[in-house]
């Protein structure tokens, strides 16, 4: 699987969020880029599991010669079950095939890659308490912060959004686990976190919309592609039957 210099990372959380955002890029008319759709398998096979595979969607945004320059995978969260593309793999196991599929995926990788998290706090359980710092008439604010090694990508990101504060937590075992994974690998990597909608009883009819806008917008405005919360359905902003994490009940 070849994959580009920048690599944008969602996640399908239970207020379908990222699904949402992974709708809404395309590439930019004035460019030269082609948007392409592809799917990949990787097999479990010597983890013990020869009945399942993992699989998912990869889009990627070509030029004329066929070179990816923005790749994006999604990884999927569903009734306690984690794709990267990953599908059929319960939560309480992700940990143990995150570790040895993450590297797996990711072989062919340009040297200088770098890794695009955005999420949404609401969908992610983010501890908001030490980062409601933005002004009050502000609906959202984006905030940042650098993870693995750096590159001029991170650092262009960081300089235009808020940087996180160190007291930051994420209560959500997928993105903790992926974070830890890239810090191993070292991979130059910026999460960005959307804070909001503040206010949901505002102006807008659809506070998330406006979320998603300028969460995805400041993705594409720095990867040469558009963003628009046109492309984005209503539906696809769908709830999980299973807002909750019973699974943790197997640990006591």
């Known amino acids: 699987m070849r994959l580009a210099p920048s690599v944008i990372v969602l996640i399908r959380d239970v207020d379908g969020f990222g699904h949402a955002i992974a709708d809404g890029f395309r590439s930019d008319p004035k ?31 070509v030029d004329p010669l066929g070179s990816p320059k923005v790749s994006r995978l999604v990884m999927k969260i569903a009734n306690f079950i984690l794709v990267l593309g990953l599908r059929n793999i319960y939560i309480p196991l992700y940990s143990i095939f995150l570790n040895p599929l ?18 949404v706090m609401k969908a992610l359980k983010v501890n908001r308490g030490a980062m409601d710092k933005p002004s009050a008439n502000e609906d959202f604010v984006i905030y940042t912060t650098e993870i693995g090694g750096t590159s001029e990508l991170t650092k262009a990101m960081i300089d235009d959004t808020i940087s996180a504060p160190p007291s930051l937590q994420i209560h959500c075992e997928s993105l903790a686990c992926l974070l830890l994974m890239v810090r191993i690998l070292n991979l130059p990597t910026v999460l960005l976190l959307a804070s909001g909608p503040r206010h949901p009883n505002g ?9 998603l806008e300028k969460l995805g917008g400041t993705v594409a405005r720095h990867l040469g592609l558009i963003f628009s919360k046109d492309l984005i359905p209503q539906k696809n902003i769908e709830k999980s039957t299973s807002v909750g994490e019973p699974w943790r009940a197997l640990y006591g």
């Open 31 to 61: 460019s030269n880029l082609s948007r392409e759709s592809s799917s990949f398998e990787l097999s479990l096979e010597k983890y013990g599991f020869k009945d399942r595979k993992a699989s998912g969607d990869l889009i990627q945004f």
């Open 102 to 119: 993450l590297p797996q995926t990711l072989t062919s990788l340009p040297s200088q890659t770098t890794l695009v998290l955005p999420f």
């Open 203 to 211: 102006q807008s009819s659809y506070p998330e919309l406006e979320v």
